[in-house]
């Protein structure tokens, strides 16, 4: 038997610090968790993906009291960008959260499993790495390709 260790490569630094184009992302995710529905886990998630034709979608979590019918606020954002512009590669997204508190997390939030899987395919559908940067109070860490979250994904390639 063999054993393997898995690393995972991100940076972290404060907001003021990114590119003023992805501050202006960080800020339209966190803006978009003003529009999340959440209440029933009273935690508001806000997405902004940007297109490499210059295009911005943003998404939020929206529950339901049944609740797999309801959608994590980064597929809102990237299935309405490929069903909207379906030729375009995603190559950042942003993500923010509020908590029951009201305020935006301490730390920095990952996307759930799904959200993982499906950005995946969105970073292979595209043929170019699909950069992440989570936002918390405490500063921004920015995952450079979806792999670093997903390092097993299923595609195709599984069989």
């Known amino acids: 038997m063999k054993n393997e260790v898995l690393s995972i490569h991100y940076r972290e630094c404060k907001v003021e610090e990114l590119p003023p184009h992805l501050c202006e992302l960080v800020q339209k995710a966190k803006e978009a968790c003003e529009t999340s529905y959440a209440p029933y886990s009273k935690?508001?998630?806000?997405?902004?993906?940007?297109?490499?034709?210059?295009?911005?979608?943003?998404g939020s979590n929206q529950e339901n009291a049944s609740f797999p019918a309801g959608t994590c606020a980064e597929r809102c954002a990237v299935f309405?960008?490929?069903?909207?512009?379906?030729?375009?590669?995603?190559?950042?997204?942003?993500?923010?959260?509020?908590?029951?508190?009201?305020?935006?997390?301490?730390?920095?939030?990952?996307?759930?499993?799904?959200?993982?899987?499906?950005?995946?395919?969105?970073?292979?559908?595209g043929g170019r790495?699909?950069?992440?940067?989570?936002?918390?109070?405490?500063?921004?860490?920015?995952?450079?390709?979806?792999?670093?979250?997903?390092?097993?994904?299923?595609?195709?390639?599984?069989?």
């Not at 935690?43 to 943003?58: I, K, M, P, R, S």
């Not at 190559?91 to 935006?104: K, L, M, N, V």
């Open 43 to 58: 935690f508001h998630v806000g997405a902004a993906l940007l297109l490499d034709n210059g295009e911005t979608v943003t």
């Open 80 to 125: 309405y960008a490929h069903a909207r512009w379906p030729e375009a590669a995603a190559t950042h997204i942003a993500i923010a959260a509020i908590d029951s508190t009201g305020q935006f997390t301490e730390n920095p939030i990952t996307p759930c499993g799904i959200c993982r899987q499906v950005l995946s395919e969105t970073q292979k559908r």
């Open 129 to 159: 790495n699909l950069h992440v940067l989570l936002y918390g109070r405490s500063g921004v860490r920015i995952i450079e390709n979806i792999e670093d979250l997903l390092p097993f994904s299923f595609d195709l390639d599984a069989e």
